[in-house]
Nanobody
Framework: QVQLVESGGGLVQAGGSLRLSCAAS????????MAWFRQAPGKEREFVAA?????????YHANSVKGRFTTSRDNAKNTMLLQMNSLKPEDTAVYYC?????????????????WGQGTQVTVSS
């Protein structure tokens, strides 16, 4: 069983930055992949970024955020981070962290059985 708790959301002006955190608890994270998704009002939940918890901590980012957002991990604190720079109003959404056991990148929310409660990010123009 994996438990996830997001924090760090808030209101920021366009061009600003925010850093989200996802505190994770589990018996082990070996073999797990963790990801960020977001859901804007009236839209489908979409993939943002993912990171492998084991090994080199390889990452994968959606094209829409590549170059602006960076996901990373703090193994000592069992925390996944999402540094968001150059924020745009279209980045406004509830951001969720999620976890799955498996290899290979997955951008499909249906592949992730574990979810946090979400944190609101609002970017004003």
């Amino acid at each position: 069983q994996v438990q996830l708790v997001e924090s760090g959301g808030g209101l920021v002006q366009a061009g600003g930055s925010l850093r989200l955190s996802c505190a994770a608890s589990a018996r082990t994270f070996t073999g797990y992949q963790m990801a960020w998704f977001r859901q804007a009002p009236g839209k489908e939940r979409e993939f943002v970024a993912a990171i492998n918890w084991s090994g080199g901590g390889n990452t994968y980012h959606a094209n829409s955020v590549k170059g602006r957002f960076t996901t990373s991990r703090d193994n000592a604190k069992n925390t996944m981070l999402l540094q968001m720079n150059s924020l745009k109003p279209e980045d406004t959404a509830v951001y969720y962290c999620a976890a799955r056991y498996g290899v290979g990148w997955s951008t499909s929310q249906s592949d992730y059985p574990y979810w946090g409660q979400g944190t609101q990010v609002t970017v004003s123009s």
